[in-house]
């Protein structure tokens, strides 16, 4: 019964995604299957090509340090076909490091430097000896929703000024555990230091996203009824 | 042994004596405690007197270090080993202050399950004969980090004994960094032709080369990162084995039966990852020189086996209770269940206390998907975090199904489940608190290992 398919990409599936980033995915098919929608995965990893024009998702999870660098080594050959992604309006997660990576930089642990894309403004500080670990609850004041997920993370992120965050920290440290913020949005990027994974937990936020891609790729069709019929899991 | 040590090890034995024979209770970390506290070396004296042997890594490390017991006793009159419970400083200095030794002939063998990162504070008090490494995992992240952090940390007890030898899964790539110099015994799985060219699915870690951080190619994989691996840029590849699992004969959930070097060998315990701790105590045996025959002898021994699962009789249900605590290891119970030829249900249930690891997002790596081509008739999630497994188990397509919160609730629901075989998956908390209810109804009398 599918009429409508949607095409996502796992940026570096197979090295970054060290915290089940793929419920994300999971999620995004469990929702678009029932109102007749394909979901279908590609992963795409060192040495691919990303062709902007094919994808309607994009899910870039985070990893350990040692495969973040060497997905950063990679990225720049995919810079200017994510930046076109992304600046046509498509759709995009990036989680923990994959949100780290789509800014200007970020700082190991141990200090050492790493570039990010530098598509976006954000960068990301290190805090020798500490993390930011557990159950985390903001408020998306745009929408006024609550998102619930789960936070483990060294970097503190600082966002530029064309961008917002996700959300206000109402338990939980967040970006940086200093301004109150929690991940980021642009245009139709969506970055975040949750876990839990995101989507799977908080169906609102997973129904706006599936919403963005749909309205995105097939514009003719009225999604927002469809849409709204679903039920959205959260907890 | 210096007076102070003298003292310490009055002291440890002393606590152990009124604990044990007093109290009734089997502790061996207030005595380590007690003892560490007066002479923090204490445990150098007793480096010199015993063979010892640690064993490592995230998952298996209990049970191979059972296995491994069972195998060198064919040999050693004395072999002191940890429970599993005890695997940090304290509880293993407990363990030596209160062992005997019986043969004054042979020197007896310590050996003993050692958390990764207690390793190097072990080796430097007890001197290691050798290092065994199981396999690393991604396992309570919020712990130590990453898998490289946590091997780095096994690294640094290792290094200061480059004469030990390492006792290494060679199928696990990760064991080929750090260049150690030490002389080494690998072992692995040879049971199907080297010919396939592969890449490890999407949720794998571990997967790049050492050499130049390319994705390892496989010829063929067992599970998790674990395989004949070889790199399609340069030279690297898995090392020649010492000792291979040369093929599998049958596996059920409750039995394997496989082939070590043509010998053909079974243990009363289902799983692929049993079979690896299997062949991890096999090659340690040959090391300290168990032949064949007394190993093989060892593995059929009656004696039951408790490693992460036990088998409960609930009325006319045959319960098997797993732990899961990591997508690997709950992985390798998803395909241990295929392996029954019977119809089944499934119970999982999922904690997220300190002890179960307070992340569970690992749920979503778990290939609960796979279950839909075999006999599952029914499935009921629950514990403290059941929301999560419930919306998981939905989004796998198992539609709506019953919940439990409150695991009172587990036995009297075990009693309704359509299909004779239940499988109760559970987190380490959540694996107590149903025990305590078994064993308050009457359907189990002892602990696991107790
Ligand atoms: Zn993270």
């Not at chain 1, 997660?93 to 789509?102: D, E, I």
């Not at chain 2, 009055?10 to 506290?37: E, F, I, Q, W």
């Amino acid at each position: 019964m599918a009429d409508y398919k949607l095409h996502t990409a796992h940026l570096y599936g197979d090295l970054m995604n060290t915290y089940g980033d793929f419920g994300n995915i999971v999620a995004l098919r469990y929702y678009a299957h029932q109102i007749g929608v394909e979901v279908d995965e590609k992963i795409i990893s060192l040495g691919d090509d990303f062709d902007p024009t094919i994808y309607d998702f994009v899910l870039f999870g985070g990893g350990q340090d040692y495969e973040q660098m060497i997905v950063a080594d990679d990225l720049p050959d995919k810079a200017p076909a994510l930046k076109q992604y992304i600046e046509t309006d498509g759709p995009f997660l990036g989680v923990c490091g994959g949100f780290q990576l789509l800014g200007q930089y970020f700082l190991l642990a141990d200090g050492t430097r790493v570039n990010g894309i530098g598509t976006l403004s954000h960068y990301t500080l290190n805090q020798p000896d500490n993390r930011f670990i557990g159950n985390i609850t903001i408020h998306d004041e745009v929408n006024d929703l609550e998102y619930h997920g789960f936070e483990n993370h060294q970097g503190r992120t600082f966002l530029g000024d064309d961008e917002r965050p996700l959300g206000k920290v109402v338990k939980g440290n967040g970006n940086n555990g200093e301004d109150g913020g929690e991940g980021l949005v642009y245009r139709n990027v969506y970055g975040t230091y949750f876990h839990g994974p995101i989507l799977t937990r908080n169906g609102n936020l997973a129904l706006h996203i599936l919403q963005l891609a749909l309205e995105r790729r097939y514009p003719d069709v009225d999604w927002q009824d469809k849409i709204a019929a679903i039920t959205p899991e959260f907890f | 042994m210096s007076l102070k040590s003298g003292l310490a090890t009055l002291v440890g034995k002393g606590t152990y004596a009124v604990l044990h024979d007093v109290l009734h209770r089997g502790g061996t970390s207030l005595p380590g405690k007690l003892a560490t506290k007066i002479d923090p070396n204490v445990m150098q004296s007793y480096a010199e007197k015993y063979d010892v042997i640690l064993i490592t890594g995230t998952n298996g490390k209990t049970l191979t270090t059972t296995l491994t017991t069972r195998v060198l006793r064919e040999k050693y009159a004395d072999v002191i080993t940890n429970p599993s419970g005890s695997n940090m400083m304290q509880g293993i200095t407990g363990t030596m202050l209160t062992s005997k030794v019986t043969d004054k002939q042979r020197r007896p063998v310590a050996l003993l399950e050692v958390d990764e990162a207690n390793v190097e504070a072990v080796a430097k008090q007890l001197k290691p004969k050798a290092f065994v490494l199981t396999n690393i995992f991604r396992d309570q992240m919020d712990r130590y980090g990453e898998i490289y952090t946590t091997y780095e940390k096994i690294l640094k007890g290792i290094r200061l004994f480059p004469e030990a030898t390492v006792i290494a899964n060679a199928d696990s790539p990760i064991f080929m960094r750090g260049n150690l110099p030490n002389p080494k015994v690998y072992y692995g799985f040879n049971h199907v032709p080297a010919t396939g060219d592969m890449k490890a699915p999407h949720n794998t870690d571990g997967v790049l080369s050492p050499t130049d951080h390319s994705i390892l190619h496989y010829h063929f994989m067992t599970f998790g990162n674990q395989g004949d691996y070889f790199s399609v840029t340069d030279d690297f590849k898995r090392p020649a084995l010492d000792y291979a699992v040369t093929k599998l004969n049958k596996l059920t959930p409750i039995s394997s039966n496989f082939d070590i070097d043509g010998k053909t060998f079974q243990i009363e315990i289902g799983g692929m990852y049993n079979i690896y701790n299997a062949l991890a105590a096999y090659a340690v045996g040959r090391f300290m020189g168990v032949s064949a025959d007394q190993i093989q002898q060892a593995f059929s021994s009656n004696a039951q086996i408790f490693g992460r699962q036990e088998a409960v009789k609930v009325d006319d249900k045959e319960v098997t209770i797993v732990l899961i605590k990591n997508p690997v290891g709950a992985n390798q119970v998803i395909d241990m269940m295929k392996t029954d030829d019977q119809p089944f249900s499934m119970i999982a249930l999922l904690n997220a206390n300190y002890a179960d690891g307070i992340d569970t997002s690992w749920i979503w790596d778990a290939d609960f998907e796979s279950l839909h081509d075999t006999g599952i008739q029914a499935v009921a999630t629950g514990g403290e975090r059941y929301k999560d497994l419930y919306v998981r188990l939905k989004m796998a397509n198992f539609g709506d199904h019953p919940v439990y919160q409150d695991l009172k609730q587990i036995v009297p629901a075990i009693k309704t489940l359509p299909t004779k075989r239940v499988y109760i998956l559970a987190t380490y908390t959540a694996m107590l608190q149903l025990r305590a209810e078994l064993k308050q109804q009457g359907y189990i009398h002892t602990g696991m290992g107790e």
